[in-house]
Every structure is written in C-alpha cells, then in structure tokens.
C-alpha cells in the first residue's frame, strides 16, 4: 500500500513538473491527504484526469491535480475537511457531474475534480444506498432521496419502477446531474407551471466549503438552502436532495405548428401559459428556425417523414419561422377525451394554417427525446464538437425588439448549427429567495443559442462565438435587462452587475459564510481564492 501511494505521489510531481504549475502540496502533505480523505480513491491516472480537464463547451481544457472518486456524502466530507484544513491560500476543489458546462465552470487547474458521477453506485453495499419514494401526508405528495452525482434519467426510471412516479420538473436533456441542475435552475417546457427544478426540491444535504455536511430545506437553515438552489456551486457540494414527484402520465400528444408573424407567435404562448387547471398544455416550449432549412434542422425530423406535402406549402416563406412547441399528458383514462381537449387549445391560437403536426409517444420517450438526438449526432461525429452555448432570460416587454436585432439582424437567416430555444416563463413560480438572478418581469423568455461548431460547418467556432458577444453587446446597449442563464461572467464586476446590489450582497455574504476560504467552484469565475492568485487562469471563450 505504501508503495502505491509513493508512486501517486511521484506521479503528480512529474505531472506538475511537466506543465509548469505551481506545487501546492508537498510530497508528505499529498500523502497526508490521502490518508484524510476517507475511504474515496484519489486518482492521477491520465485517463481521468483528460476527463476532467474539459467538458461539453468543448473549448476550456484545465487540467486537475488529482481527480477523487468518493464512495458517498462521508468521503466528499473528508476531502473538503482536509483541503480545508490547509489554511489560506490551500487545495481547491471542483465536484463534477456529467460534465455538461460549457465554459469550464467544473474545472480546477491544479486542484481536486470531485467525480460525482458513481457515488450512490459505490455506495450499493450500503443499507440505504438508494432510497424508494415516500409519500409525505405533510407535502400532500411523494418525494424521493437521491444522490447529487445522479443524472435524472437514472431518477426518473428508479420512481417510474417503484411507484409509477417522476419528477415534475425537467430539463430537456435528462444526462444532467440533479446537483448540476439544483446549482443553475433547471428549466424546460414545464416550468411555466411547476416552476424549475429548485422549487421542487424539499430538502438538500449540503457539504459546505469547511467540510459541515448540513441537512437544509426551506425551514431549516433556509439561508444554505435558498442560497445553494441557482447558486452555481459556491456555497457548498450537493451530495443529496429530496424531489418532489407527482404520477407518471403513460403518454403524450406532442404537437408542432409554425408560425411566420413574431408577434402573435408569442401571444400565443403567452396565452398558453397564462392556463391554469385541466385546460392547458403540459408543456410549452418553441423555436427559431430559418425556413429554407426547416427540412434540414435537427429539431425538424418531427416533421418531414409523415409531412412532406404539408411542408411544400411553407415554400412562399422565406427567412425566419418560428415553430410552437406543445404537449398534452394523458393516459388510460383520459384517452378518450384528449382529441377534444387539444383541438379546444389549439382552437385559440393562429398559426399558419395547415402547420400542425402531431404524434404521439410514450411520456419517457418524449422526456428522453434530445438522447435519441445525441445518438444520432454521437454516429455521425457531430456530437463531440465546441458548443459555445448562449443561455439568456429576456423580459417579455423586450422580447420584439430582441427578435428584430436577433433573428433578423446578427443572424439574419444563419439559424443553423444547433437549435434556438424560445419560450416564456412565468417569474412567480420562482422562489425570488433562490440565487438564481431573473429579469424584472412577471413574463420572461428563455432565449437559447444552442449551436455546435461543426468541422466543415457554415460557421466556426469565432464566429459564433462573435455572434453571442454582439448579442450580449445589443442587450447591454438598447437596456434589455436580459439575464445570463447558466452565466459566464469575466471580473468580479460583470458578477456583481448580474446579481444587482441587495442580491449581490447576500451572495457574497453567504460565501463569505460557508466558503470562507473561496476554494469551491472557482471555475465558475466569481470569487478569487487565495489558491487561485498561485495557479493560471482558465482558458475561457469571449462568447
């Protein structure tokens, strides 16, 4: 044993040695801190730490010390602790998930990646590895514990068998970890009536930045609670969380209609999020799309098998379409009426007529749709590529003027490379107490640049790139009072302007408090470390 640990230790020096980073442990130290971290494993093998140094973005490469696989919440404890225990200036420490940032907000050059992705896994041996839902008389609905490394598909298969249960929630990917997702929001076509993911989880235990495992929850140690759910990993590592779940529909009438006119595109799903009751929609989302490629885009495979004389009639519209999205749950019971309550729906709305494409699939089939995607795209090449993503919540009051400089100005009909979300939400189904930072508005979109630059593509990765800082320059110069979501901030200035000054007060003074050493999550770019001043700078895009 003690001559593995002599190797590790060799090992890492020749690592540090070899790119030029500053020693942060001795040789004794570095032993010492793996004997202090529990019963994880503490790797410098090449391969995990390749795995570490990037992400989904696909353009930030920092490579890590060591990379620490922890069997469960006591090993993830031990580790901060003993980071921790360094004093100023001391190791710092990244957990990551599935490693879908975009900008290296999971990266920690010459620090500890935390490898969230197997610790429930590990952990099986165990008499309460995995929890079953329970039912709370006093939430009046079921809940599930789950582990913060989890991805959510693995959480929606566990309830569906054990209960015929699922979250309320979503994302429109499902390869996401909840503690991923709890950090920034988690968003999708639901949330305009369940809200996002961190106001459907009851209870969080937390490893804060001096190495407390604390249990929170909106009554108890609210301030950790709120603070954590969109706090971009500052305050402390999520190790479990409590989700609220509702039962699972068996299927879902999934609907798509174009739309050429702006304005009443946006009426319209501002209508169908105003629904409340039976008489709605389940989910709403949409898109941008240019007309001339809508056979061609990813999103439209929905459309052209069953659809091809339907699609020779959008051949007088040129430039930019927009396409509602929208679905309807129903199952056994409600099958016979759903035909009525869609048509009763769609009856308000004013899309172009003879654009309303339907099918129907399974509810998992529908939640796991953007996988099928990612396989198709993983088989062609298409899927490992730089994805220099732009996320923004834009206040609906501006929504117009955004698409006339957006869709019709920088992009102008280039909508290619990636799909281009647009849906609103509603603000009061978001605790305004959380730390994720929204625009001013009771009605705010999601607008998402989801684009990859493809090798050979219509547009590299500079020029989109270019694209997102024009677009961020045209929100700060016409007063937008657009939002980053998922943001990606350069200076401690840009940070404090994205929060506001009461918001950033409470975000700094909840750092402050349970990351005093700011050796957490420095990737995200908010807080220099003591730690930080010693290592390089991340290597982030401009976009």
């Not at 929606?156 to 249960?165: D, K, P, R, S, V």
């Not at 898109?287 to 959008?314: M, T, Y």
């Not at 490379?417 to 603000?427: A, S, T």
Request: glycine share 10%; with cysteine; hydrophobic share 40%.
């Amino acid at each position: 044993m003690a001559r593995c640990l002599v190797f590790m230790v060799f090992q890492i020096y020749c690592l540090i040695s070899t790119v030029g980073l500053p020693l942060p442990l001795d040789p004794a130290e570095l032993l010492q801190l793996r004997g202090d971290v529990g019963g994880g494993r503490l790797s410098v093998d090449p391969a995990d730490l390749r795995e570490a140094s990037a992400d989904f973005g696909g353009f930030t490469h920092a490579e890590p010390l060591a990379v620490y696989h922890p069997r469960g919440a006591g090993d993830v404890a031990a580790l901060v602790r003993a980071a921790y225990s360094r004093g100023a200036g001391g190791l710092r420490v990244s957990a990551r998930g599935h490693g879908h940032s975009i900008s290296g907000q999971a990266q920690v050059p010459g620090g500890v990646v935390v490898d969230m992705s197997h610790g429930w896994r590990a952990d099986q041996d165990r008499k309460h590895a995995r929890a079953l839902p329970v039912y709370s008389p006093g939430l009046g609905g079921h809940y599930v514990d789950v582990w913060g490394g989890e991805l959510w598909i693995d959480v929606l298969n566990w309830t569906l068998a054990h209960g015929g249960l699922a979250p309320r929630s979503w994302t429109d990917y499902l390869y996401l970890s909840v503690g991923g997702t709890l950090s920034n929001a988690g968003i999708s076509g639901q949330a305009f009536h369940h809200g996002p993911q961190i106001s459907n989880v009851y209870e969080l235990d937390i490893v804060t930045g001096k190495g407390e495992t604390v249990t929170c929850s909106a009554t108890t140690n609210p301030d950790l609670f709120l603070g954590a759910l969109g706090g971009l990993g500052q305050f402390g590592i999520i190790t479990r969380a409590r989700i609220a779940l509702e039962p699972a529909p068996r299927k879902v009438r999934w609907i798509r209609a174009l739309y050429s006119n702006f304005t009443e595109f946006t009426a319209d799903q501002e209508r169908l999020i105003s629904q409340h009751g039976g008489r709605r929609f389940d989910y709403v989302e949409g898109f941008v799309v240019a007309a001339e490629g809508l056979i061609n885009n990813w999103r439209s495979s929905f459309f052209s098998p069953q659809n091809p004389v339907k699609l020779s009639s959008l051949k007088q519209h040129t430039g930019v379409l927009y396409c509602l999205e929208v679905t309807k749950n129903y199952d056994e019971s409600t099958a016979a009426t759903v035909d009525q309550e869609v048509d009763a729906l769609l009856g308000d709305l004013n899309f172009l007529p003879g654009t309303v494409f339907t099918t129907d699939l399974p509810y998992v089939d529908f939640l796991d749709r953007v996988h099928k995607a990612e396989l198709k795209l993983r088989g062609k090449g298409m899927w490992e590529v730089p994805h220099p993503w732009l996320n923004l919540f834009v206040p609906a009051s501006r929504i117009a003027d955004f698409d006339r400089a957006v869709f019709h100005g920088i992009l102008g009909s280039r909508t290619s490379g990636g799909p281009i979300l647009i849906y609103p939400m509603n603000k009061h189904k978001w605790d305004p107490r959380s730390s994720v930072v929204t625009p001013d508005e009771e009605v705010f979109y999601l607008v998402a640049f989801l684009r990859s630059a493809l090798p050979g593509g219509a547009q590299s990765l500079e020029e989109l790139a270019r694209q997102n800082r024009q677009i961020l320059d045209f929100c700060a110069q016409a007063g937008i009072g657009a939002k980053q979501y998922l943001p990606n901030h350069k200076s401690q200035p840009d940070w404090e302007a994205h929060f506001g000054p009461a918001r950033w007060a409470r975000f700094a003074g909840l750092k402050a408090e349970f990351d005093p050493r700011a050796m957490l999550a420095t990737g995200q770019g908010i807080f220099r470390s003591p730690a930080a001043e010693s290592a390089p700078p991340l290597l982030l895009s401009d976009s």
